[in-house]
């Protein structure tokens, strides 16, 4: 089986890999602008940046290498919510998601040797309605910080979520089943 590369710092990512049984991947992280042009929806912006990032790891990576990379952003009404500069941006956001349902979208992208595919995931997060004393205590923990909706559901995050409908794996960043799906047209088998 050829060398997968993982294009992608986050150590969720690294970790779904692993829980899905590929333990011998490289990480290498290409420099990306994450930028995207105007008037594309969720699912195409995501798709987009991955196709980006792809593109940036290509030149880090050997033709025969499968690269895989992905983004994933937090949408509330359409409009994207990424990773807060402070806390009174975490305590924002956090304040507009409660009551009330978003929708995460991860873009991945798997590529070797000048053949690509791209595909899409999107999950729908209900949180249940919280009070600001206990959103204040959550940001005070750190863990909201360094993520894109200022929240992780694999973290002390799950408290505020009511429930989801679509892909659980999706939210922590890395789409597993769909990843799986996509490595299997390039090679990669899982239950072999």
């Known amino acids: 089986m050829a060398k997968i590369v993982l294009a992608s710092g986050s150590p969720r990512r690294q970790e779904l890999l692993q829980r899905i049984g590929i333990t011998d991947f490289e990480v290498r992280v290409p420099e990306t602008a994450e930028s995207y042009p105007d008037g594309l929806t969720p699912r195409q912006i995501v798709e987009y940046i991955s196709r980006e990032k792809a593109d940036a790891a290509a030149e880090l990576c050997g033709a025969d290498e499968i690269v895989i990379t992905a983004d994933t952003m937090v949408f509330l009404d359409d409009q994207r919510l990424g990773k807060p500069v402070d806390e009174a941006d975490a305590l924002r956001m956090l304040t507009a998601l409660q ?91 899982f239950f072999a």
């Open 99 to 189: 009551g009330r349902h978003h929708t995460v979208c991860t873009g991945v992208t798997v590529r070797q040797d000048g053949r690509s595919i791209t595909e899409s995931e999107s999950t729908e997060v209900y949180f249940r309605p919280v009070p600001e004393a206990e959103l204040r205590g959550y940001i005070a923990t750190g863990e909201p910080m360094d993520k894109a909706g200022a929240y992780g559901i694999q973290g002390k995050g799950a408290l505020l979520v009511e429930k989801i409908n679509g892909d659980f794996f999706n939210v922590m960043g890395l789409p597993v089943l769909r990843l799986s799906r996509m490595l299997s047209q390039f090679g990669v088998t």
